[in-house]
């Protein structure tokens, strides 16, 4: 009888020892679902933030975009010659990019219509 007492506590500390790795288990998932949660908020928080910094000898070029309405007489090449006046950025480069921004099949754009462009400036705003 003493036996099978003992046989009986010995389960059921080894079941209490079951559970409590269990719990463990459970608990070190968790945090470490949190911490990986934690990171992707942050790097997502840093990738919104809307300002691609270059450096240009001393001073910072910052990059924005604006809506912009095309008119008579302006070409993609014309807008790019001014945008770009003050940046690093090449023509070709800044006419692709505004073509895949407006999603253009080709160089043609109309007066009146408005477009998203990107302008250059060593001042934060």
């Known amino acids: ?73 302006d070409t993609l090449t014309s807008i790019a010659q001014k945008y770009t006046a003050n940046s690093n950025v090449s023509v070709t480069e800044y006419i692709s990019e505004v073509k895949k921004n407006n999603e253009l099949s080709s160089d043609n754009i109309t007066a009146g219509n408005y477009i998203v462009i990107s302008y250059y400036s060593n001042e934060y705003k």
């Open 1 to 73: 009888m003493k036996e099978s007492m003992n046989y009986n506590r010995r389960e059921v500390v080894a079941q209490q020892k079951r559970t409590r790795i269990a719990e463990l288990k459970k608990r070190i998932i968790l945090s470490c679902s949190f911490i990986a949660l934690l990171a992707v908020a942050v790097v997502t928080a840093i990738s919104f933030v809307n300002v691609n910094a270059t450096v240009q000898g001393d001073n910072p070029s910052y990059k924005y975009y604006t809506s912009y309405e095309v008119q008579p007489g």
